[in-house]
């Protein structure tokens, strides 16, 4: 590799490693900062040519250092008893999964065992932001992690780790129409019809945000 894939590469290990320590003080940043370096760091090594042997290894510890550390922050922060409760859970179920994938190398269990805790863990610090955090009750946690995982987890986990499709890809040629080669910004320039109905449905889905965190004020 060049030197520039070496730098990169430190810089997004270091990353990784780092910005975990800034969850217990700044939950809510510092999970989606994790996150977006998390989803980020294969386009950036690919990009860079950065070639990682045994990327899934990799990814998935330091995916469970970081979500150890939110787990924590759990029992440092959050006074509602039933949200402790069911974070612990599924950090747990979440943790067996890996554990399970690791020692036997079957993908389909990391489907089964989805990572529900993380989207869990940032819906409870919205709510404990908003100063209502114990107001959840157990029965509306209960739902919103089950919600959480078949609606939101499951596709994703089957998509990333059983079929093993890139998004990038799967945009670019099935919904927008282009060709696997042709570079993403030229095929969002070549279908503008689709490209303005994906803005339209961004648009629509930023001011529902706006307004769900507006009834979190009220």
Excluded at 21 to 37: D, M, Q, W
Excluded at 91 to 98: H, N, P, Q, S
Excluded at 183 to 200: D, I, N, S
């Amino acid at each position: 590799m060049e030197w520039k894939s070496y730098l990169v590469l430190y810089l997004v290990v270091s990353g990784r490693l780092l910005l975990p320590f800034t969850i217990p003080r700044y939950p809510l940043a510092g999970i989606l900062s994790c996150l977006v370096l998390d989803s980020a760091d294969q386009s950036l090594f690919g990009a860079f040519g950065v070639h990682l042997a045994g990327y899934q290894g990799y990814d998935k510890a330091l995916d469970l250092y970081y979500l150890a550390v939110a787990y924590l922050s759990t029992l440092r922060n959050w006074e509602n008893v039933a949200a402790s409760q069911m974070g612990r859970v599924l950090f747990y179920l979440r943790l067996t999964g890996v554990l399970s994938f690791e020692l036997s190398n079957v993908r389909q269990l990391l489907a089964v065992f989805p990572n529900a805790f993380e989207p869990f863990f940032i819906l409870n610090e919205i709510t404990r932001r908003r100063g209502r955090h114990l107001r959840l009750s157990r029965g509306f946690l209960i739902v919103s992690a089950a919600v959480i995982w078949v609606v939101v987890k499951l596709p994703h986990e089957w998509w990333v780790h059983v079929a093993r499709l890139d998004a990038t890809d799967f945009i670019k040629t099935k919904i927008l129409g282009a060709r696997l080669e042709t570079p993403f910004w030229r095929a969002l320039v070549e279908a503008p019809v689709v490209t303005g109905a994906l803005t339209v449905l961004a648009a629509l889905m930023a001011l529902a945000a706006w307004r769900f965190r507006r009834g979190l004020k009220r």
